[in-house]
């Protein structure tokens, strides 16, 4: 005689699988009517869980997924990014048993949304979390929300945390970083802007503006450089900025890669850091303390927020409900030798 199967003691029980598979696994979410009416079915039936298949849903269901945009796409990527986001998810998946799936998505593909979804059907995961700038593009997103898979954005450019959200506060660390330089006594503060379809870069211009008009210092247009996140672009914007007639006495710019052109770029002018020119930067990226001189930034929780990110997503299936309230974990200012007083 056959085995019965999960579908048998369903149709008997008149319930769904699902329903089946939380009584076997004694998950909550069930009605005790219902719970009797499947344990019947069950027992109706002689039905025994295939332990293997039961192992292998298991492993699957403690699937955590990080996607995130493929630095293969950037020219002089910078790892570290990619690799604290890595450290943070791995401590919370090793510490409730969990395991972590790494995958690169370049969002200038123009299938990359099929890809996604054939990633999550295979893979089967939990909860995924995704970084920017993929978290704030809405096809992305609407392509794994579609699956009905739990999802946090890490930095999806909101000014405040929502719902399934962990963010940082990009803006008024900005503010607080022009606040410092305006404190050093420059006035001719620059700026090097990032990659306009990263909104959360994009907010690191807005509290620049913050700064300044906190400080009473006029906004002015010609002081901001367009850049793309890359170490070409700050070169780019450094060599624009300072081979003008009236150069700034400090630049500060959206990311640490671009920092680190314009420090290039300096350099190929004769202009002596800090005692000349002040740079500053955002990330705190492994070569923000590599260069010299060591860069003044903004030390991104990229760990800390990674870690919250997978938090949300083992609690919310541990509890059976969707990701709970977004969170915000502040950055934090390090000032180094690449920024002084104002020259005279």
Do not use: W
């Amino acid at each position: 005689m056959a085995h019965s199967t999960i579908t048998d003691v369903a149709r008997l029980a008149g319930v769904s699988i699902k329903t089946v598979s939380r009584v076997v696994n004694r998950e909550g979410g069930v009605r005790d009517a219902t719970r009797a009416r499947v344990e019947a079915a069950i027992a109706e039936l002689d039905y025994s869980p295939n332990q293997s298949a039961r192992d292998l849903a298991s492993a699957r269901a403690r699937l955590i997924c990080l996607i995130y945009d493929d630095p293969s796409g950037y020219q002089l990527p910078s790892a570290g990014y990619i690799i604290r986001l890595q450290a943070g998810v791995l401590r919370v998946c090793r510490s409730h048993g969990h395991e972590l799936l790494i995958h690169p998505c370049s969002y200038r593909a123009p299938d990359v949304e099929e890809d996604l979804k054939a990633l999550i059907r295979r893979a089967r995961p939990a909860g995924i979390i995704l970084a920017a700038p993929l978290s704030n593009m809405n096809r992305i997103v609407r392509a794994i929300t579609d699956t009905g898979t739990p999802l946090v954005r890490l930095s999806p450019g909101h000014q405040r945390a929502t719902r399934q959200v962990v963010a940082t506060n990009d803006r008024e660390f900005s503010a607080e970083m022009t606040r410092y330089l305006v404190s050093c006594g420059h006035r001719e503060i620059a700026f090097v802007a990032g990659h306009p379809q990263h909104k959360a870069v994009g907010l690191r211009l807005l509290g620049y503006q913050d700064g300044l008009k906190e400080s009473g210092i006029a906004f002015s247009e010609r002081l901001v450089a367009q850049g793309d996140n890359s170490f070409g672009s700050g070169l780019a914007a450094g060599l624009k900025l300072l081979q003008r007639k009236r150069r700034p006495s400090a630049i500060f710019a959206a990311n640490d890669d671009m920092a680190v052109g314009v420090l290039r770029a300096a350099n190929q002018l004769g202009i002596r850091i800090p005692d000349e020119l002040s740079i500053a930067g955002c990330d705190d990226i492994t070569l923000a303390e590599q260069v010299y001189p060591p860069l003044t930034t903004v030390r991104q929780p990229f760990a800390a927020m990674a870690e919250q990110a997978a938090l949300m997503l083992i609690k919310s299936s541990d509890e059976n409900e969707a990701a709970g309230a977004g969170v915000i974990v502040p950055g934090a200012l390090k000032i180094r030798g690449s920024t002084g007083p104002a020259p005279e």
